[in-house]
T-cell receptor, first 115, second 114 residues
Framework: ETGVTQSPTHLIKTRGQQVTLRCSSQ?????VSWYQQALGQGPQFIFQ???????GRGNFPPRFSGLQFPNYSSELNVNALELDDSALYLC??????????????FGPGTRLLVL | AQTVTQSQPEMSVQEAETVTLSCTYD???????LFWYKQPPSRQMILVIR??????QNATENRFSVNFQKAAKSFSLKISDSQLGDAAMYFC???????????FGKGTRLSVIA
C-alpha cells in the first residue's frame, strides 16, 4: 500500500456531463500528479499540483482542470465529457524539495466510463 | 522531448526462470531517474525499482535488478526466480526532476507459466 487513495473506484457518466475525481496524497507529500491511462497504453500526464498551484500541464484541453487543497489532497474535474475520456485516471503523490527528483507513488485509480 | 520505448509488448516466462524486459529512452539530460513500475490487474501502479542516472552501480531489489547502460540509453529489468505473482504489465518510466512528469513507455505484459 502506498498511502495514496482515490475515489470513486468506478464511475459511469454520459457524454456532456461533468465529473470530479478525488485523490488523497501520502502523508508528508506536497505534490500531486494526475495521469490518464487509456486501455492498453501507458499513463499520459495531465497536470501536476505543487503546494496548491498548477505546476505543469500535459497536452489536455482546458475542460480538464484541477485543485489542490491545503492538506495536499487534490481533485481532477472534467467538463463536457467525451467518449474518449473513458480511461483509468491515476493520481500520484511525491515530496518535492528544491531540485530533488522524488519518486511518485500511485493510488489505485478511478475507472471512468463515458457512454 | 524525452521518450521511452518498450519494444516487447508481451513476454512470457516459466515459473522459477529468469526474464529480462527491455527499455530504451531518449534524453539530452545527464541527471535523471529511471523507474520500473508494475501494474497488476488490480490496476495499482507499484514501484518495482529505481535507478539514479549519476550512479554507475545497477539497482537491485531482491529478485529484481536492472542493467543500466547510460551511454546506450538502455534500462532493462531482470526478474529472477519468477513467481506467479509477477504476472502484470510492466512500465518503464523516466523522470527529469521532481516537478516534471513521469514519461512512460507503452508497457510490456508479462505472463508467468506454472
Amino acid at each position: 500500500e502506498t498511502g495514496v487513495t482515490q475515489s470513486p473506484t468506478h464511475l459511469i457518466k454520459t457524454r456532456g456531463q461533468q465529473v470530479t475525481l478525488r485523490c488523497s496524497s501520502q502523508s508528508g507529500h506536497n505534490t500531486v500528479s494526475w495521469y490518464q491511462q487509456a486501455l492498453g497504453q501507458g499513463p499520459q500526464f495531465i497536470f501536476q499540483y505543487y503546494r496548491e498551484e498548477e505546476n505543469g500541464r500535459g497536452n489536455f484541453p482546458p475542460r480538464f482542470s484541477g485543485l489542490q487543497f491545503p492538506n495536499y489532497s487534490s481533485e481532477l474535474n472534467v467538463n463536457a465529457l467525451e467518449l474518449d475520456d473513458s480511461a483509468l485516471y491515476l493520481c500520484a503523490s511525491s515530496l518535492v524539495q528544491g531540485a530533488g527528483k522524488e519518486t511518485q507513488y500511485f493510488g489505485p485509480g478511478t475507472r471512468l466510463l463515458v457512454l | 522531448a524525452q521518450t521511452v520505448t518498450q519494444s516487447q509488448p508481451e513476454m512470457s516466462v516459466q515459473e522459477a526462470e529468469t526474464v529480462t524486459l527491455s527499455c530504451t529512452y531518449d534524453t539530452s539530460e545527464s541527471d535523471y531517474y529511471l523507474f520500473w513500475y508494475k501494474q497488476p490487474p488490480s490496476r495499482q501502479m507499484i514501484l518495482v525499482i529505481r535507478q539514479e542516472a549519476y550512479k554507475q552501480q545497477n539497482a537491485t531489489e531482491n529478485r529484481f535488478s536492472v542493467n543500466f547502460q547510460k551511454a546506450a540509453k538502455s534500462f532493462s529489468l531482470k526478474i529472477s526466480d519468477s513467481q506467479l505473482g509477477d504476472a502484470a504489465m510492466y512500465f518503464c518510466a523516466y523522470l527529469w526532476s521532481g516537478n516534471t512528469p513521469l514519461v512512460f513507455g507503452k508497457g510490456t505484459r508479462l505472463s508467468v507459466i506454472a
